[in-house]
């Protein structure tokens, strides 16, 4: 039990300080800007929602292959991303975030993602290669189902009821 409350604790501290990220990083990402600003400064733990997906082992391993084969040479092997990630470069173009529960694709709906990998963000410095010549919607998707697979449930139902709401 006190592990529970003490974990629990630790993923509030830890979506705190992701939301302080995403804001300073927010600033710089196009794709981020649009997202609703956060009035509290404290956004409450978002439950687990009864209808959250179980992740589907293939589909995972599926995405798991194409992330390694087109994706973890710049987020890393392990989705760590670059280690000075929230440091922008001297041009203003970023170094690759994370992909697992540190970074912040989490916070973005399946349809962002999808049209973000395809199609590229706004921002104009990006780095970020598009890949809608080289991989379909259902390719996109399990990669995302492979990230999934990474993140936390709190991260999890977060983008969840994100990917809910614009359905
Ligand atoms: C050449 C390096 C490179 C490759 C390869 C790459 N990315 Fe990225 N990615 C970046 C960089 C740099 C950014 C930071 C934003 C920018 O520059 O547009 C980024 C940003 C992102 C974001 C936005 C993160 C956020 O928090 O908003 C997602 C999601 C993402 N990448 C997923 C992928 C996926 C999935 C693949 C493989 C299909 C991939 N990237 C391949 C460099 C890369």
Redesign the pocket.
């Known amino acids: 039990m006190q592990a529970v409350v003490q974990r629990a604790a630790g993923a509030r501290v830890g979506r705190q300080r992701a939301v302080a990220i995403?804001a300073a990083?927010a600033i710089l990402?196009a794709?981020?800007a649009t997202e609703p600003a956060d009035t509290t400064g404290n956004p409450a733990v978002v439950p687990a929602p009864a209808d959250l997906p179980r992740l589907d082992p293939i589909r995972v391993e599926q995405g798991a292959e194409?992330?390694r084969a087109?994706?973890?040479?710049?987020?890393g092997i392990d989705l760590a991303g670059?280690p000075d990630?929230k440091v922008p470069n001297p041009d203003g173009?970023?170094?690759?975030?994370p992909?697992d529960s540190t970074?912040?694709?989490?916070?973005?709906s399946d349809q962002v993602?999808i049209d973000?990998?395809a199609n590229?963000?706004d921002?104009a410095?990006?780095?970020?290669?598009t890949?809608g010549d080289?991989?379909s919607e259902s390719d996109?998707l399990a990669?995302?189902e492979y990230?999934k697979s990474n993140w936390g449930e709190q991260e999890r139902a977060y983008q969840w009821e994100a990917t809910s709401q614009q359905r």
């Open positions: 995403l990083v990402v794709g981020c194409m992330y087109f994706c973890a040479t710049c987020h670059s990630w173009s970023l170094t690759p975030p992909q970074g912040h694709t989490w916070h973005h993602l973000l990998i590229g963000s921002f410095q990006s780095r970020m290669p890949f080289t991989l996109i990669i995302l990230l």
